[in-house]
């Protein structure tokens, strides 16, 4: 049942805050960005650092040939060079280049080869790391982050910015440092043919870089403005996507066009501005590889004609000038994208980095070390023990609320004020009230979804060690795993059927066969042409809705919980599907205990007691005869 505090509701005005604001980042990245890439690359450190040795070697085979015809020139010519080939080679025959050549091109070609296909997948595997380590943390983020991140803004971050991430450092990275490799290689091979050139070309290289500098808070500036503003038009999307039928209903297609159109506007306009920055960028970048271009070949001219150079070491010595004004200009060009892709480490990064969820802990096999209190972790001995851990061996357990005071959030107001009871283990309790009078918000503290205000809640008396505190509490996982829920909206996941009902992987096919012939699914079982391996789709698309319930139903009885809630799981189904439900609670729950938060006060008849919240607060628990026609006379005098 929807209630007015639960977080659809809740706080409009600090909700539309989050909503609009965006993680702003400005100003240099933060150390933890380089800290996170250092973590992603950090296994894999000692091969990659030999791979840019291979590939710097393999490069500088390949730019070497020049030198070497040059040398073969100068001799043929007769001309007498100064340069160190020359006088190295100066006895070679022909075909002792024509050898030297082809060997030092087969083994630039090999070395060259295996850098970039080991380095790639090095770096791929790398970045994919970073992936699994946000999505492991995201996942155990507190519930107040999913109710204020929209949708689009967390998308993005998983589509878009790794996107830009992956595009950089799972392959093309090989690319840059190839880019580096020629930058340096041809550096050294033109200081080795004319020293002359070698100062013109880091003359021209500095002020490249210097332009680079110039211009790199504005590049970096507009890419996280590109970056910020993807979320709210994906988000709207996904809003549409979603609510397609109500829009219709209601007639509001025209507005929801409007306002994607407004933000795909403003995300062009965005994109315009990027992409004026770094065409300014580049044209100044051509300008200064047009100037020395003019300067090398004025150089070359007066060298040649004063006799200070050969022509063979100003012909390699011009080649590579031209050729690393190429590649220079390439170098900052990849900077710039470069400077994207750091974008979407930063955005990753923030994350990665936030504190978890009150009692959550990280996998054993995490592999990032963020030293982070915010972040714990269970060691393998300790996640071991939580997985066979059981909160209570008993069929059904005892819950007690005490002194009980909740809210979503500091700045928002209680739900929960002061909420005292006891229900007995294997006891049936109904609970009613009107819409916002916290059915909804008790079910939500018992998960422990939010932190708790005041008070405790007991399961077997035993609670959940939110805190991380030795010998207090028992582990989150664990105490969760004592509650089996069944929602309004059956929680289905996409995945084969067996996944879906054994969610622990538990229990042999048999066994998951026959809790499906006991929420009389046997016939629909049969029908299907792969069994247990039937895929499910995305939220049960593929199924009915009394199906998706049963299934929910099913799965509840294998997970053996003590305690069994049910909220408004009877509001969307068939009768039949009801029947089915409603014979679960007095027959294959009727060891457990029970909690079932129900809209028709006649599937309420059978509990033991009634819980009746009013304004966050018990009004009454009593039996059902007790309490059900006070709240009717209540309900009916309230409208």
């Given at each position: 049942?929807?209630?007015?505090?639960?977080?659809?509701?809740?706080?409009?005005?600090?909700?539309?805050?989050?909503?609009?604001?965006?993680s702003?980042?400005?100003?240099?990245?933060?150390?933890?960005?380089f800290?996170?890439?250092?973590?992603?690359?950090?296994?894999?450190?000692?091969?990659?650092?030999?791979?840019?040795?291979?590939?710097?070697?393999?490069?500088?085979?390949?730019?070497?040939?020049?030198?070497?015809?040059?040398?073969?020139?100068?001799?043929?010519?007769?001309d007498k060079?100064?340069?160190?080939?020359?006088?190295?080679?100066?006895?070679?025959?022909?075909?002792?280049?024509?050898?030297?050549?082809?060997?030092?091109?087969?083994?630039?070609?090999?070395?060259?080869?295996?850098?970039?296909?080991?380095?790639?997948?090095?770096?791929?595997?790398?970045?994919?790391?970073?992936?699994?380590?946000?999505?492991r943390?995201?996942s155990?983020l507190?519930?107040?982050?999913?109710d204020?991140?929209?949708?689009?803004?967390?998308?993005?971050?998983?589509?878009s910015?790794?996107?830009?991430?992956?595009?950089?450092?799972?392959?093309?990275?090989?690319?840059?440092?190839?880019i580096?490799?020629?930058?340096?290689?041809?550096?050294?091979?033109?200081?080795?043919?004319?020293?002359?050139?070698?100062?013109?070309?880091?003359?021209?290289?500095?002020?490249q870089?210097?332009v680079?500098?110039?211009?790199?808070?504005?590049?970096?500036?507009?890419?996280?403005?590109?970056?910020?503003?993807?979320?709210?038009?994906?988000?709207?999307?996904?809003?549409?996507a979603?609510?397609?039928?109500?829009?219709?209903?209601?007639?509001?297609?025209?507005?929801?066009?409007?306002?994607?159109?407004?933000l795909?506007?403003?995300?062009?306009?965005?994109?315009?501005r990027?992409s004026?920055?770094?065409y300014?960028?580049?044209?100044?970048?051509?300008?200064?590889?047009?100037?020395?271009?003019?300067?090398?070949?004025?150089?070359?001219?007066?060298?040649?004609?004063?006799?200070r150079?050969?022509?063979?070491?100003?012909?390699?010595?011009?080649?590579f000038?031209?050729?690393?004004?190429?590649?220079?200009?390439?170098?900052?060009?990849?900077?710039?994208?470069?400077e994207?892709?750091?974008?979407?480490?930063?955005?990753?990064?923030?994350?990665?980095?936030?504190?978890?969820?009150?009692?959550?802990?990280?996998?054993?096999?995490?592999?990032?070390?963020?030293?982070?209190?915010?972040?714990?972790?269970?060691?393998?001995?300790?996640?071991?023990?939580?997985?066979?851990?059981?909160l209570?061996?008993?069929?059904?357990?005892?819950v007690?609320?005490?002194?009980?005071?909740?809210?979503?959030?500091?700045?928002?107001?209680?739900?929960?004020?002061?909420?005292?009871?006891?229900?007995?283990?294997?006891?049936?309790?109904g609970?009613?009230?009107?819409?916002?009078?916290?059915?909804?918000?008790?079910i939500?503290a018992?998960?422990?979804?939010?932190?708790?205000?005041?008070?405790?809640?007991?399961?077997?008396?035993?609670?959940?060690?939110?805190?991380?505190r030795?010998?207090?509490?028992?582990?989150?996982?664990?105490?969760?795993?004592?509650i089996?829920?069944i929602?309004?909206?059956?929680?289905l996941f996409?995945?084969?059927?067996?996944?879906n009902l054994?969610?622990?992987?538990?229990?042999?096919?048999?066994?998951?066969?026959?809790?499906?012939?006991?929420?009389?699914?046997?016939?629909?079982?049969?029908?299907?042409?792969?069994g247990?391996?039937?895929?499910?789709?995305?939220?049960?698309?593929?199924?009915?809705a009394?199906?998706?319930?049963?299934?929910?139903?099913?799965?509840?009885?294998?997970?053996?919980?003590?305690v069994?809630?049910?909220?408004?799981?009877?509001?969307?189904?068939?009768?039949?599907?009801?029947?089915?439900?409603?014979?679960?609670?007095?027959?294959?729950?009727?060891?457990?205990?029970?909690?079932?938060?129900?809209?028709?006060?006649?599937?309420?008849i059978?509990?033991d007691?009634?819980?009746?919240?009013?304004?966050?607060?018990?009004?009454?628990?009593?039996?059902?005869?007790?309490?059900?026609?006070?709240?009717?006379?209540?309900?009916?005098?309230?409208r």
């Open positions: 049942m929807s209630d007015l505090n639960s977080p659809s509701h809740r706080g409009a005005k600090a909700r539309r805050k989050f909503i609009d604001e965006e702003n980042f400005r100003g240099r990245y933060s150390r933890s960005v800290s996170t890439l250092r973590h992603a690359y950090g296994p894999f450190r000692f091969r990659i650092l030999a791979l840019l040795g291979v590939g710097f070697l393999g490069r500088m085979l390949l730019l070497a040939n020049a030198n070497l015809v040059a040398a073969w020139a100068d001799r043929l010519a007769g060079s100064s340069s160190v080939w020359s006088q190295a080679l100066s006895g070679w025959t022909g075909e002792d280049f024509l050898w030297l050549l082809a060997s030092v091109t087969a083994a630039g070609f090999l070395l060259t080869s295996c850098y970039r296909v080991f380095f790639s997948r090095l770096s791929a595997v790398a970045v994919s790391l970073l992936y699994d380590e946000v999505t943390r995201t155990r507190p519930m107040r982050f999913f204020t991140q929209p949708v689009g803004r967390v998308v993005t971050r998983f589509s910015d790794y996107g830009n991430v992956f595009r950089l450092f799972g392959g093309p990275l090989a690319e840059f440092f190839a580096v490799f020629d930058l340096v290689a041809m550096a050294i091979l033109i200081a080795m043919a004319e020293p002359w050139f070698f100062f013109l070309y880091v003359l021209v290289s500095s002020l870089a210097g680079y500098w110039l211009n790199k808070d504005r590049i970096r500036t507009e890419r996280r403005a590109l970056a910020a503003i993807r979320s709210p038009s994906i988000s709207h999307f996904a809003e549409t979603q609510g397609a039928l109500p829009i219709r209903v209601f007639n509001r297609v025209e507005t929801f066009f409007q306002r994607f159109r407004q795909n506007h403003d995300y062009i306009q965005q994109r315009i990027t004026w920055v770094l300014v960028f580049g044209l100044q970048m051509g300008a200064l590889t047009a100037l020395l271009f003019l300067a090398t070949g004025a150089l070359g001219w007066w060298m040649v004609d004063t006799g150079a050969s022509v063979g070491a100003v012909g390699v010595a011009f080649a000038i031209m050729l690393s004004a190429a590649s220079v200009q390439a170098f900052f060009e990849w900077m710039a994208q470069f994207e892709a750091m974008t979407g480490v930063e955005r990753l990064d923030d994350y990665l980095r936030r504190d978890l969820e009150g009692g959550s802990r990280l996998p054993a096999v995490t592999r990032f070390e963020l030293g982070q209190s915010g972040q714990p972790r269970y060691s393998a001995d300790d996640e071991a023990q939580a997985k066979r851990e059981r209570s061996l008993q069929a059904a357990a005892p007690e609320v005490r002194d009980l005071s909740f809210r979503y959030a500091p700045e928002l107001p209680l739900v929960l004020k002061d909420v005292n009871f006891r229900i007995r283990a294997g006891e049936k309790v609970i009613v009230g009107r819409t916002g009078s916290g059915k909804s918000s008790l939500q018992l998960f422990r979804f939010y932190p708790i205000e005041k008070g405790e809640i007991l399961i077997d008396g035993r609670s959940a060690n939110v805190q991380h030795e010998g207090e509490g028992c582990d989150l996982s664990v105490y969760r795993r004592a089996a829920y929602a309004q909206d059956p929680i996409r995945g084969p059927l067996r996944e054994d969610l622990e992987h538990r229990h042999s096919d048999a066994r998951l066969i026959e809790a499906l012939r006991r929420v009389d699914l046997e016939s629909w079982f049969k029908s299907l042409p792969h247990l391996d039937t895929m499910i789709e995305e939220k049960g698309k593929n199924l009915s009394g199906e998706r319930q049963l299934l929910c139903m099913a799965r509840c009885l294998l997970q053996e919980a003590p069994v809630v049910m909220d408004e799981a009877t509001s969307s189904i068939d009768p039949q599907t009801e029947d089915v439900l409603v014979r679960a609670t007095e027959e294959f729950f009727a060891d457990r205990t029970q909690i079932i938060i129900a809209h028709r006060l006649s599937t309420l059978h509990c007691r009634i819980l009746w919240m009013h304004q966050g607060q018990v009004k009454m628990l009593d039996k059902p005869e007790v309490v059900l026609p006070l709240f009717r006379a209540f309900a009916q005098a309230e």
